[in-house]
């Protein structure tokens, strides 16, 4: 896998879950984008944890 010239954008809320997640790359570079969102979303499991709701 290749990473040139591929970017992460993220922002947070207050408790650290990802609000979004902007991927960029490279022209034609489909497969590293998915690779590396793939990746991220091994490595941090954001997917596991629910938000407390207010209330």
Excluded: N, Y
């Amino acid at each position: 896998m290749t990473l040139k010239r591929t970017w992460a954008f993220m922002e947070t809320s207050r408790i650290g879950l990802p609000v979004g997640l902007q991927l960029v790359g490279r022209h034609r570079a489909d497969r590293a984008v998915l690779e590396l969102a793939h990746a991220w979303e091994s490595a941090t499991r954001h997917i596991d944890v629910l938000p407390q709701l207010p209330g």
